[in-house]
């Protein structure tokens, strides 16, 4: 079936260092692919998505490509903020009418000043 | 916009009692997502539905979980009897038809 797998966490890095975290999707068609952030006591808030194949989605200094060719969404950002301490969850969608989510297991970030 | 709301947002109960979750959803949205979340599991969609009407609910764990929309404008996730092992932080989430789901705050429900 369609699945998402993160890289395991916690990343632990230090304010203004880059940021990649690793997703890859397995999946029959052609999902849409989202990531989503989760900040301590919270529920998830959309960070970014991408719906085809070479697009780039961004929002906040994050960035992600949609790579057809290797199945992956990386996340990256140029310099981290203690601010961006939380949970990332990579997803697909497969675009059947009623966006039913695939996610991945999560991967925390923890970004020390 | 008041975005999803769910209550209670903390539910402590004992083994064998019955659990209600609640949710409103965005208004104007038409999808609403049952979503529950443990470290050993991760993030599970245990149901959904589409104009009210149950489309997904084959995440649901077993016959002790049911989920029901009677209006566009509210939800409820039953759990009866409740067992220690359904402890866990509960989310709905809301979103037109293909688009963006947005989450609730989340009830963390921990039996005892």
């Known amino acids: 079936g369609d699945s998402v797998t993160q890289m395991e966490g916690p990343v632990t890095l230090s304010e203004e260092a880059f940021l990649t975290i690793n997703c890859t999707y397995t999946?029959?068609?052609?999902?849409?692919l989202f990531w989503y952030v989760q900040y301590p006591g919270e529920g998830l808030q959309l960070l970014l998505k991408a719906t085809k194949a070479d697009d780039k989605g961004s929002n906040k200094g994050f960035e992600a490509t949609y790579r057809k060719e290797t199945t992956s969404f990386h996340l990256e950002k140029g310099s981290v903020q203690v601010s961006d301490s939380a949970v990332y969850f990579c997803a697909l969608n497969m675009n059947t009418g009623f966006q039913k989510l695939v996610f991945g297991t999560g991967t925390r970030l923890l970004v020390s000043p | 916009d008041a975005g999803v709301i769910q209550s209670p947002r903390h539910e402590v109960t004992e083994m064998g009692q019955e659990v209600t979750l609640r949710c409103k959803p965005i208004?104007?949205?038409?999808?609403l997502f049952w979503y529950r979340q443990t470290m050993m599991r991760g993030l599970e969609l245990l149901i959904y539905?589409?104009?009210?009407?149950?489309?997904?609910d084959s995440g649901m764990p077993e016959d002790r979980f049911s989920a029901k929309m009677p209006n566009a404008s509210f939800s409820t996730l039953k759990i009866q009897p409740s067992e220690p092992r359904d402890s866990a932080v509960y989310f709905c989430a809301s979103s037109m038809l293909g688009d963006t789901q947005y989450f609730g705050p989340g009830t963390r429900l921990t039996v005892l």
């Open positions: 208004s104007g949205h038409n999808s």
């Open positions: 539905f589409n104009n009210n009407v149950p489309i997904d």
């Open positions: 999946a029959t068609g052609y999902p849409s």
